[in-house]
Nanobody
Framework: QVQLVESGGGLVQAGGSLRLSCAAS????????IGWFRQAPGKEREFVAA????????YYADSVKGRFTISRDNAKNTGALAMNILKPEDTAVYYC????????????????WGQGTQVTVSS
């Protein structure tokens, strides 16, 4: 039901920062868990971070913990992923997704997906 659109990707040097945004189409966005996933060429789509609808619970993949910060603004129907100290291994297409399953970290549990935004980190 929820339509999602990512933005904010780009090309950055290692050590730099980017902020990704996720815009939802309707007020029902607040009912969903927001997850961020990424997929590099030839790799499986992997979990990056997730946040519950009241933002009381936030979870991160070990590879990004301490560098990425997930947030959401339910009044504006938006989510965000602030990425700091970026590494070449962070290069991937990043997707935001929505789930009704609390605490979900698996792509198969997320029913709504954006189209993705490319993040490229140079060495």
């Amino acid at each position: 039901q929820v339509q999602l659109v990512e933005s904010g990707g780009g090309l950055v040097q290692a050590g730099g920062s980017l902020r990704l945004s996720c815009a939802a189409s309707g007020r029902t966005f607040s009912s969903y868990i927001i997850g961020w996933f990424r997929q590099a060429p030839g790799k499986e789509r992997e979990f990056v971070a997730a946040i519950s609808w009241r933002a009381e619970m936030r979870y991160y993949a070990d590879s990004v913990k301490g560098r990425f910060t997930i947030s959401r603004d339910n009044a504006k129907n938006t989510g965000a992923l602030a990425m700091n100290i970026l590494k070449p291994e962070d290069t991937a297409v990043y997707y935001c997704a929505a789930s009704t399953l609390y605490g979900s970290r698996s792509p198969g549990d997320f029913g709504s997906w954006g189209q993705g935004t490319q993040v490229t980190v140079s060495s």
